[in-house]
């Protein structure tokens, strides 16, 4: 079934039926001010911090799951009839109310028709501002006058702390005002005394108030009271106010407020007016007035919107592609760089799942997302990145999450068993992407600090992380998996031993022997190719169980992931990440992605494991509490599909990789949105597999790993276009029967327009390479042979040029 779909002109996705499979959703603002909203207009918002700053209400996990949100209701004022400019919450019928939401670069625009009137909602924060717009524009498609009403609805917290704003109630119920201010203006305030008591939000450093005002059309009434406006039995589908038609001018004073502002609009047959509503944060005597007096007309709320577009815009056209697969065109030219800069704004704070407690970055997932943003955003990687390996301790090992007012230098040391062994080890991932995403190579030579004590070169905190694994090796030679490795439910003891983690550190010690030599550090790299030599050994001594790698050992020695055990029988990220870090043999290569094709492949993607526990200890395979087939329990986790796809591409199987891609891509299940039922324009945490009984059903959309493998799988391994520290590496791996594809992609502040021809329909091989008319024998250009605006013609065949790839 299909629901909406993508406009890549006009960068969004169009909904066109609103009664969607979940709620799907958009952000809004930055992370100063920031936004969840929903094709039906619901959602919330927050003031830096999803769970601290929660300024409005959304009862989480309620059906349906985005209640309340941002609403207008408008009011036939002769019939009496009424309904929503969003589908919901009125929810008429689907045969007289037609509806269309076009879910954009933070903003969503609603339009709907019914019963003569034509509505058109716009939804937006400007940059850099602490309040958003919501625009009403209506016009009157038929053929008599109409006299309308429209009433804005939202629910402020109480208590800028979402679960005591809706637990806490003996206490929040008791604090909260609202009133009119000014004559187009409502004041929302917490009682004066807590700010002598607590003077500021402790958690957020500010105050908590906010103000709503109306421009366009005059205030013809107002509630701030959630019990006047909605009725002590009503509910947001039959608000006693708008029943009534009119506001009954209600003050909050405790209990609960809400954000009405009461406007009436008159239309002469084809007539459009339009209002708009401003919300923001601040008093409303000062911060409300001054922005309504530089912000409230339409003119510059047009202007803003402008300048809004233009700025996301710029963003994602850092990288552009027009390929045979319409699929990857969508995820490419928008939402796959869309989703990887909201997570890497959001971390995994807010979303209708995630309700704003998960506050700071989470170590792994945040050194990951750089992979995602370094060509967007380059600069705000490059001070994310500082300040993750500002997150890791002198002895190697890194602080689990980095909370907003972390100061480097001044973290207590954690204790032994509370580190991750995975964490640090994706520095090798990002660090080098970074730099030759910029061609900073001073950056290894910075210094910068570390969380408790001392600073180090970012070569140093690099050679730390190695050592950190290195002095925490198992009775086998492996690494120990200490609290858990990148999958959370792995508990192998403190020394049980971390396969995955070997492959990682396999990879950080080839990438750091490959640095040092460029800083002409010759014994460093002797040094780490001297471990590699070793962890090697270790590897191939215990690991290899015939047809695949094993997944782990537990502290008492017991083996996970081999053929003579009958859960968890197969682990994928240790066949993947044999081939990732360059451990596995070319036999064992195939041999085992072999393995990973028949037992963990299904048409909804990669399982993580298979067959699913059902008795295994939960003291060490914790994702036994998971249903068979969901999460980590032998699910389809998302994050993990980037790293089949590049095992295959290494593997040189363009034709696997790309079935691989298509099984997890959101953009496959546009048409078909009944099986994964998330947003198909955006990835998700887990799909159900085909062990369970919901085959793939997707949930946890928009923040996860998944974004940043997702989008950088496809662009740098799949298109291959892989930028180096000294060029730029043309190294596709596609469907044999491609004839190519075009990228425009911003590489070091230069536009470059890349055409790859694929005339003899192979899945990869540079024969050679053009550049503006010059031919080099060489599938990396040297930098210096670009200038913005060059063409690149790279030509695929049989006769292959060799690959150096510098990096992963
Ligand atoms: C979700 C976490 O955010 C991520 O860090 C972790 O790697 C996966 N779970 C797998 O367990």
């Given at each position: 079934?299909?629901?909406?779909?993508?406009d890549d002109e006009a960068k969004e996705y169009v909904?066109?039926?609103?009664?969607?499979?979940?709620?799907?959703s958009n952000y809004l603002g930055s992370t100063e001010y920031g936004a969840v909203i929903?094709?039906?207009a619901?959602g919330?918002g927050f003031y830096k911090?999803?769970?601290?700053?929660?300024?409005m209400?959304?009862?989480?996990?309620?059906?349906?799951?985005?209640?309340?949100?941002r609403?207008?209701?408008?009011?036939?004022?002769?019939?009496?009839?009424?309904?929503?400019?969003?589908?919901?919450?009125?929810?008429?019928?689907?045969?007289?109310?037609?509806?269309?939401c076009r879910h954009g670069t933070a903003y969503t625009k609603i339009t709907?028709?019914?019963?003569?009137?034509?509505?058109e909602t716009k939804y937006y924060v400007p940059l850099g501002q602490t309040f958003e717009y919501w625009r009403l524009k209506?016009?009157?498609?038929?053929?008599?006058?109409?006299?309308?009403?429209?009433?804005?609805?939202?629910?402020?917290?109480?208590?800028?702390?979402?679960?005591?704003?809706?637990?806490?109630?003996?206490?929040?119920?008791?604090?909260?005002?609202?009133?009119?201010?000014?004559?187009?203006?409502?004041?929302?305030?917490?009682?004066?005394?807590?700010?002598?008591?607590?003077?500021?939000?402790?958690?957020?450093?500010?105050?908590?108030?906010?103000w709503i005002a109306l421009a366009g059309?005059?205030?013809?009434?107002?509630?701030?009271?959630?019990?006047?406006?909605?009725?002590?039995?009503?509910?947001?589908?039959?608000?006693?106010?708008?029943?009534?038609?009119?506001?009954?001018?209600?003050?909050?004073?405790?209990?609960?407020?809400?954000?009405?502002?009461?406007?009436?609009?008159?239309?002469?047959?084809?007539?459009?007016?339009e209002i708009m509503v401003l919300l923001g944060i601040g008093?409303?005597?000062?911060e409300g007035k001054k922005t309504v007096e530089e912000f409230g007309t339409f003119e510059r709320a047009d202007q803003e919107f402008e300048k809004l577009i233009k700025n996301w815009h710029s963003k994602l056209n850092s990288f552009s592609?027009?390929?045979?697969?319409?699929?990857?065109?969508?995820?490419?030219n928008m939402w796959?760089l869309y989703n990887c800069l909201i997570t890497f704004a959001w971390?995994?704070?807010?979303?209708?799942?995630?309700?704003?407690?998960?506050?700071?970055?989470?170590?792994?997932?945040?050194?990951?997302?750089?992979?995602?943003v370094?060509a967007a955003i380059p600069q705000e990687a490059?001070e994310?990145?500082?300040?993750?390996?500002?997150?890791?301790?002198?002895?190697?090992?890194?602080?689990?999450?980095?909370?907003?007012?972390?100061?480097?230098?001044?973290?207590?040391?954690?204790?032994?068993?509370?580190?991750?062994?995975?964490?640090?080890?994706?520095?090798?991932?990002?660090?080098?992407?970074?730099?030759?995403?910029?061609?900073?190579?001073?950056?290894?030579?910075?210094?910068?600090?570390?969380?408790?004590?001392?600073?180090?070169?970012?070569?140093?905190?690099?050679?730390?992380?190695?050592?950190?694994?290195?002095?925490?090796?198992?009775?086998?030679?492996?690494?120990?998996?200490?609290?858990?490795?990148?999958?959370?439910?792995?508990?192998?003891?403190?020394?049980?031993?971390?396969?995955?983690?070997?492959?990682?550190?396999?990879?950080?010690?080839?990438?750091?022997?490959?640095?040092?030599?460029?800083?002409?550090?010759?014994?460093?790299?002797?040094?780490?190719?001297?471990?590699?030599?070793?962890?090697?050994?270790?590897?191939?001594?215990?690991?290899?169980?015939?047809?695949?790698?094993?997944?782990?050992?537990?502290?008492?020695?017991?083996?996970?992931?081999?053929?003579?055990?009958?859960?968890?029988?197969?682990?994928?990220?240790?066949?993947?990440?044999?081939?990732?870090?360059?451990?596995?043999?070319?036999?064992?290569?195939?041999?085992?992605?072999?393995?990973?094709?028949?037992?963990?492949?299904?048409?909804?993607?990669?399982?993580?494991?298979?067959?699913?526990?059902?008795?295994?200890?939960?003291?060490?395979?914790?994702?036994?509490?998971?249903?068979?087939?969901?999460?980590?329990?032998?699910?389809?986790?998302?994050?993990?599909?980037?790293?089949?796809?590049?095992?295959?591409?290494?593997?040189?199987?363009?034709?696997?990789?790309?079935?691989?891609?298509?099984?997890?891509?959101?953009?496959?299940?546009?048409?078909?949105?009944?099986?994964?039922?998330?947003?198909?324009y955006?990835?998700?945490?887990?799909?159900?597999?085909?062990?369970?009984?919901?085959?793939?059903?997707?949930?946890?959309?928009?923040?996860?790993?998944?974004?940043?493998?997702?989008?950088?799988?496809?662009?740098?391994?799949?298109?291959?276009?892989?930028?180096?520290?000294?060029?730029?590496?043309?190294?596709?791996?596609?469907?044999?029967?491609?004839?190519?594809?075009?990228?425009e992609?911003r590489?070091?502040k230069?536009n470059?327009?890349?055409?790859?021809?694929?005339?003899?329909?192979?899945?990869?091989?540079?024969?050679?390479?053009?550049?503006?008319?010059?031919?080099?024998?060489?599938?990396?250009?040297?930098?210096?042979?670009?200038?913005?605006?060059?063409?690149?013609?790279?030509?695929?065949?049989?006769?292959?040029?060799?690959?150096?790839?510098?990096?992963?």
């Amino acid at each position: 079934m299909q629901y909406g779909y993508f406009d890549d002109e006009a960068k969004e996705y169009v909904i066109t039926r609103p009664d969607t499979p979940t709620s799907w959703s958009n952000y809004l603002g930055s992370t100063e001010y920031g936004a969840v909203i929903t094709n039906n207009a619901g959602g919330y918002g927050f003031y830096k911090s999803g769970a601290q700053g929660r300024f409005m209400r959304l009862r989480f996990n309620s059906i349906p799951m985005d209640q309340p949100g941002r609403y207008f209701y408008l009011r036939d004022m002769e019939s009496g009839d009424y309904w929503s400019a969003s589908w919901q919450p009125v929810g008429k019928p689907l045969d007289k109310f037609k509806s269309e939401c076009r879910h954009g670069t933070a903003y969503t625009k609603i339009t709907s028709e019914y019963e003569g009137i034509k509505s058109e909602t716009k939804y937006y924060v400007p940059l850099g501002q602490t309040f958003e717009y919501w625009r009403l524009k209506v016009t009157n498609t038929g053929s008599k006058k109409r006299k309308l009403r429209a009433f804005s609805y939202c629910e402020f917290s109480n208590q800028w702390n979402t679960t005591q704003d809706q637990v806490n109630l003996q206490y929040s119920i008791f604090i909260v005002k609202g009133e009119k201010s000014a004559p187009n203006m409502l004041r929302y305030s917490i009682h004066e005394n807590l700010y002598i008591q607590h003077q500021k939000n402790p958690a957020i450093n500010d105050y908590m108030s906010e103000w709503i005002a109306l421009a366009g059309a005059p205030m013809t009434g107002f509630d701030t009271s959630r019990e006047a406006f909605i009725g002590t039995y009503g509910n947001y589908k039959e608000p006693a106010a708008v029943l009534k038609g009119e506001c009954s001018n209600s003050e909050a004073f405790g209990d609960n407020s809400c954000g009405t502002v009461q406007a009436d609009i008159e239309l002469n047959p084809g007539e459009t007016k339009e209002i708009m509503v401003l919300l923001g944060i601040g008093d409303a005597n000062v911060e409300g007035k001054k922005t309504v007096e530089e912000f409230g007309t339409f003119e510059r709320a047009d202007q803003e919107f402008e300048k809004l577009i233009k700025n996301w815009h710029s963003k994602l056209n850092s990288f552009s592609a027009v390929t045979p697969d319409e699929d990857i065109n969508h995820t490419v030219n928008m939402w796959g760089l869309y989703n990887c800069l909201i997570t890497f704004a959001w971390s995994r704070a807010a979303s209708l799942v995630y309700n704003g407690e998960r506050d700071g970055l989470g170590y792994r997932d945040s050194v990951q997302d750089i992979l995602g943003v370094s060509a967007a955003i380059p600069q705000e990687a490059e001070e994310r990145l500082v300040r993750l390996l500002s997150g890791q301790f002198s002895n190697g090992g890194a602080l689990p999450v980095i909370s907003k007012d972390f100061e480097a230098g001044k973290q207590k040391m954690i204790p032994a068993e509370k580190f991750r062994s995975d964490d640090c080890q994706w520095f090798f991932n990002a660090v080098p992407c970074f730099v030759a995403e910029t061609g900073n190579f001073d950056f290894f030579n910075r210094v910068v600090p570390y969380a408790d004590k001392g600073e180090d070169t970012v070569y140093g905190h690099l050679k730390q992380a190695l050592l950190f694994n290195l002095e925490r090796m198992g009775k086998d030679g492996l690494p120990c998996g200490l609290l858990a490795d990148w999958n959370d439910c792995l508990k192998l003891g403190y020394h049980g031993e971390s396969l995955f983690v070997a492959f990682q550190l396999r990879l950080g010690l080839t990438t750091y022997a490959d640095i040092s030599k460029r800083l002409g550090k010759n014994d460093e790299a002797d040094w780490a190719l001297s471990e590699r030599k070793k962890l090697d050994e270790n590897i191939q001594k215990k690991c290899w169980d015939g047809k695949w790698f094993i997944w782990a050992i537990a502290e008492d020695g017991t083996v996970y992931g081999t053929q003579s055990i009958e859960e968890g029988q197969i682990y994928f990220n240790t066949q993947v990440w044999s081939v990732l870090s360059g451990a596995a043999t070319p036999e064992q290569m195939k041999t085992c992605l072999e393995s990973v094709k028949e037992k963990l492949a299904t048409p909804y993607g990669l399982m993580l494991c298979a067959p699913p526990f059902i008795y295994a200890s939960r003291d060490i395979m914790s994702s036994v509490v998971y249903l068979p087939g969901i999460k980590e329990n032998a699910g389809i986790f998302n994050h993990t599909q980037g790293w089949g796809i590049i095992a295959e591409i290494m593997n040189g199987n363009g034709d696997r990789a790309y079935e691989y891609c298509k099984a997890a891509l959101p953009a496959t299940y546009n048409t078909k949105a009944e099986i994964r039922q998330s947003e198909p324009y955006v990835i998700g945490q887990t799909t159900y597999s085909t062990y369970s009984k919901r085959p793939g059903n997707t949930r946890v959309s928009w923040l996860s790993g998944a974004a940043t493998w997702n989008y950088y799988s496809i662009t740098q391994y799949m298109l291959g276009i892989r930028p180096q520290y000294n060029g730029l590496l043309i190294d596709p791996c596609i469907k044999h029967d491609w004839d190519g594809f075009k990228v425009e992609r911003r590489w070091r502040k230069m536009n470059l327009h890349i055409e790859v021809k694929n005339p003899s329909h192979v899945s990869k091989g540079i024969e050679y390479i053009e550049i503006d008319g010059k031919r080099i024998d060489s599938s990396t250009i040297p930098a210096e042979l670009l200038k913005d605006g060059s063409t690149i013609i790279a030509v695929m065949g049989k006769n292959a040029l060799p690959v150096e790839n510098e990096r992963m």
